[in-house]
């Protein structure tokens, strides 16, 4: 989902509700994954997993635990 597609980007809720939109999924459905802290933040308040990526361990990591729960 390229933001300059929907004019709105990160860390504007929007750009989330657009694409929760166009999958046809609530938030408790989706995971999100980013570099910058604020588009995670922003992408937790509106009930998504979210995760900060740092490197491919803690991420692997994550994303197991976040499938099992």
Do not use: T
């Amino acid at each position: 989902y390229a933001s300059h597609l929907y004019g709105v980007c990160k860390p504007d809720p929007e750009f989330w509700h657009a694409i929760l939109r166009a999958e046809e999924i609530g938030p408790e459905d989706a995971i999100f994954i980013d570099d910058m802290k604020e588009n995670i933040d922003a992408a937790e308040k509106l009930g998504i997993k979210s995760h900060l990526f740092q490197d491919v361990a803690s991420f692997e990591s994550w994303l197991n635990l976040a499938v099992q729960g």
